[in-house]
């Protein structure tokens, strides 16, 4: 049997409409997976202009801290509403505005506000499931270092391999909320990630099975709204999906600005070769009650083998954050390839009249350009179509 670490995005957990999806994914895997470990974000965006649950939390906090009763009350009927949406009916006590008052624990109380859209998201999903149980990562498994406040590596393998080495059920599982733990193993002293961290905890947990039972095979499903990773920003030029890539350059595009996953989840897959799908579903149809069928599709795979070879570039991505371009190649590139890819785009950015202030080679799989940021997106429009062509 396969055991398949599975995720969900804030957008795939979202809407009502899609906890069923979820709740239908989890309970129909393909034959020999078992997806009795899921890991879930707060609420995402519905629409293009929604306010993700994290955020609306973050302002509840601002607005505690500030004693501005009104708008903190507005916020938190707003977030009462978006799980009611979502069937729960939330237990909304005063505690983030408590917490924001002690001026003593100022960071323990602007993580606590952060991690409850995954605390009660955990909740949602898990109503929508039978026999599934929610386990709480601040109470025992992702342990953060009372000093650095940084995650602890080695304790928390150890926790979440104690917490979830023993074999499961059929029908049964666990849900675990992403993207905090605590400090110490203290439940009272919630720690989160970086925006996005659910990637860490659902990379974290298929890493620790993995090291519990290294002869069994582990993989990860992260399912999102998207079809998969794209060789550039969808929004800026016309890109494509990328059927398969390396963990260096998904590790790269993430750093670069790529919406991906978050940069941190990918080492422990890496060090242990486990692989990672980027899943879709996909409707399919209706059936004869006239319910909608979906269907999962593979969007993109992270794996150690070689990335997409369908384009015939060395290029693998093109990516974009503030003043910089990355290029991200497809395999390692030796010094000699690196120059003239250099020299090549300098020359075509030259005929374009974009001044491209300095071009570098930053890693032996990419290079950044710095551009005028107000042209940015043009530039890498306009890159994207040159290597692309
Ligand atoms: N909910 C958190 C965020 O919006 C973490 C996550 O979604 O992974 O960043």
């Not at 659902?202 to 002869?215: E, G």
């Not at 890539?245 to 989840?265: E, F, I, P, T």
């Not at 890819?341 to 570098?360: G, R, Y």
């Amino acid at each position: 049997m396969i055991q398949s670490v599975i995720k969900f995005g804030g957008s795939s957990l979202a809407k009502p409409s899609n906890i069923i999806h979820a709740a239908s994914i989890i309970n129909n895997p393909p034959p020999n997976v078992l997806r009795q470990h899921v890991v879930v974000s707060a609420p995402g965006k519905r629409f293009p202009n929604d306010i993700k649950c994290t955020d609306l939390l973050i302002s509840a906090h601002t607005a505690a801290s500030n004693q501005d009763k009104a708008l903190y009350d507005t916020i938190i009927h707003k977030i009462v509403s978006r799980f009611q949406e979502l069937s729960l009916s939330l237990p909304f006590n005063t505690e983030i505005w408590d917490r924001a008052q002690n001026s003593n624990q100022k960071h323990s109380a602007l993580s606590y506000a952060l991690s409850r859209g995954e605390f009660f998201n955990a909740a949602v999903v898990a109503a929508a499931l039978e026999n599934y149980e929610i386990i709480d990562p601040a109470d025992s498994f992702i342990i953060f270092d009372p000093h650095t406040q940084e995650l602890d590596m080695t304790s928390t393998m150890q926790a979440i391999g104690m917490t979830f080495g023993q074999e499961i059920t059929n029908g049964s599982g666990y849900i675990i909320p992403g993207f905090y733990g605590s400090i110490s193993g203290n439940p009272l002293n919630i720690q989160t990630f970086s925006r996005g961290g659910s990637d860490i905890t659902a990379s974290l947990v298929a890493a620790a099975l993995h090291d519990v039972s290294p002869s069994s095979t582990i993989v990860h499903e992260n399912f999102t709204d998207v079809d998969g990773i794209y060789n550039a920003d969808p929004n800026i030029c016309r890109a494509s999906i990328i059927s398969k890539l390396g963990y260096q350059q998904c590790k790269r595009m993430a750093l670069a600005g790529a919406n991906v996953l978050h940069s941190d989840a990918i080492r422990p897959l890496e060090e242990r070769a486990i692989p990672l799908w980027i899943r879709n579903v996909q409707p399919l149809g209706k059936n004869v009650e006239g319910k909608e069928i979906y269907t999962e599709v593979t969007a993109t795979e992270v794996c150690s083998g070689n990335s997409d070879t369908s384009s015939s570039s060395i290029v693998l991505a093109v990516c974009g954050q503030e003043d910089c371009i990355t290029i991200v190649c497809k395999n390692k590139v030796n010094e000699d390839m690196k120059l003239n890819l250099i020299n090549e785009l300098q020359e075509f950015l030259e005929q374009n009249d974009v001044n491209a202030l300095v071009m570098k080679c930053t890693d032996d799989v990419s290079i950044e350009i710095k551009v005028d940021e107000n042209k940015r997106n043009d530039v890498l429009s306009l890159l994207h179509g040159y290597i692309y062509r």
